[in-house]
């Protein structure tokens, strides 16, 4: 599955070479070479040396700086968000305060309005009242003043007529003269 | 690719001859089995160690370019190892990254001029392959128990054809450090061989004068279009060998 075109192509120029390198024999499978044997323990040694060193040392520095990054942007995407969530939360203050008080406002506003109206309309009840007491008393004056005008009237009316009897027949008697008025004016 | 383009007697190429193993350090390397093979892999596992060390000195929150690459390594191999073998992949990381980097250093190494590719060795990919067969079977051991024998009889499969399918089963289990090691070991070997050939072509060519000359461009041209392909391969293979240790591990904790 991981083959390459190149296998094919190494085929040709192999199958130019005349004979001696082939026939030869390649290096890498004379095992009789001591030096053979030996690269693949010093392989293994210096191998297990390598992994060593990287999973003790160099590669867990890796980690640390690229952990460090790590931690560092997300405090520091966790102050942006608090400061972010600060800052809505003294908008939304703001906002509710400023509505608060405007609430505030209008409710003072329709206090004193009502207050006024309020005080409007004793006024007008007062003075209300007071006209009609004043009517009340206007016309009591009058009834009093025009029933002292009519019981005046048959006093007047018996002086007069005694004194126009006076004048006509010279003599009074008012006794009669009054008790005629009476019945007249009865 | 070997320096030591050698071309034997004027007709022929030795295009095996870079795969010889010499001591180095004379008789020490002698008496102590040490070949340039050995050597190159202490080069090679040097250079990931101190790419890794030197990148990541500076520890910075906005990496430079050598510690990008250097986590950049670190990512892909972390990603490959977690996403192929699963929760458990963390473990193995370290194993899968060595692997992948000790392979393709060595892949890599070996495209330099002079040097040796160790990767073109069979013992040095068998003895890979065998690590990473012993490891997946103790890691099965470890985490399924002697259950994951049951793995060489498929579920639901009829009784009647376990004694044709288990065997069948087996031989595919063993054959996984045979196929492993043969495909990185052929890969790097036909690639060598190839640039080596072509090499020998052109100061075949050359000795012809000077209308060999001008003809012994076309190899050169061959060459360096062989080299860009060896490094993708190079890369590939020890993708390759990576990945499916990460797969042989997967099904090792796999339940």
Redesign the interface.
């Known amino acids: 599955m ?1 083959r ?1 075109p ?2 094919f ?2 085929a040709a ?2 199958a ?3 004979g ?3 026939a ?6 004379n ?1 009789h ?12 040694v ?2 297990g ?3 060593l ?3 003790r040392f ?2 867990p ?6 952990s ?2 790590r931690t ?1 942007i997300q405090s520091d995407l966790d102050v942006a968000r608090k400061a972010k969530a600060e800052a809505d939360r003294a908008s939304a203050e703001l906002l509710s305060a400023r509505h608060e008080a405007a609430e505030q406002a209008r409710a003072h506003v329709e206090r004193i309005q009502s207050e006024a109206r309020a005080s409007a309309d004793a006024h007008a009840a007062e003075t209300a009242k007071r006209l009609e007491s004043e009517i009340a008393n206007a016309e009591t004056r009058i009834t009093q003043s025009r029933e002292e005008a009519l019981s005046s009237l048959s006093e007047i009316a018996t002086s007069t007529t005694q004194d126009l009897v006076a004048r006509l027949i010279g003599t009074q008697d008012e006794q009669t003269v009054a008790s005629a008025v009476k019945r007249v004016s009865a | 690719m070997t320096g030591e383009a050698s071309v034997a007697a004027g007709s022929t190429i030795d295009a095996l001859g870079q795969f010889e193993l010499h001591p180095v350090l004379g008789h020490l390397g002698e008496a102590l089995r040490f070949s340039q093979s050995p050597l190159f892999m202490l080069i090679a596992v040097a250079i990931v160690l101190v790419f890794l060390y030197v990148g990541m000195r500076p520890a910075a929150v906005v990496p430079g370019r050598l510690q990008a690459a250097a986590e950049i390594s670190y990512d892909f191999v972390h990603d490959l190892a977690v996403s192929t073998i699963g929760e458990n992949g963390a473990t193995f990381f370290p194993f899968v990254f060595a692997i992948f980097f000790f392979i393709l250093a060595g892949n890599y190494l070996g495209l330099l001029p002079f040097s040796f590719t160790y990767t073109s060795h069979i013992a040095v990919t068998f003895g890979l392959a065998i690590m990473v067969f012993v490891i997946s079977i103790l890691a099965s051991i470890r985490f399924q128990g002697v259950g994951f024998l049951k793995h060489f009889l498929p579920a639901g499969t009829p009784v009647w054809l376990a004694p044709l399918l288990v065997p069948i089963e087996l031989i595919s289990f063993l054959s996984r450090p045979v196929s492993l090691s043969i495909r990185l070991f052929a890969n790097m070997v036909a690639g060598h061989v190839l640039l080596e050939v072509f090499a020998g072509f052109t100061i075949m060519l050359a000795g012809l004068g000077a209308f060999g000359h001008v003809l012994a461009i076309a190899p050169i041209a061959i060459n360096i279009a062989l080299t860009a392909l060896e490094l993708l391969v190079g890369v590939l293979q020890a993708y390759v060998f990576a990945i499916l240790t990460c797969i042989y591990l997967r099904e090792a904790v796999a339940h």
Do not use: C, H, K
């Open positions: 991981y390459t190149r296998l192509l190494f120029p192999l130019a070479v005349p001696r390198a082939v030869a024999g390649m290096p890498q499978l095992f070479d001591p030096l053979l044997i030996g690269q693949v323990v010093w392989g293994a210096i191998f040396g390598f992994y060193s990287l999973s160099a590669l520095r890796v980690e640390r700086v690229l460090n990054r560092r």
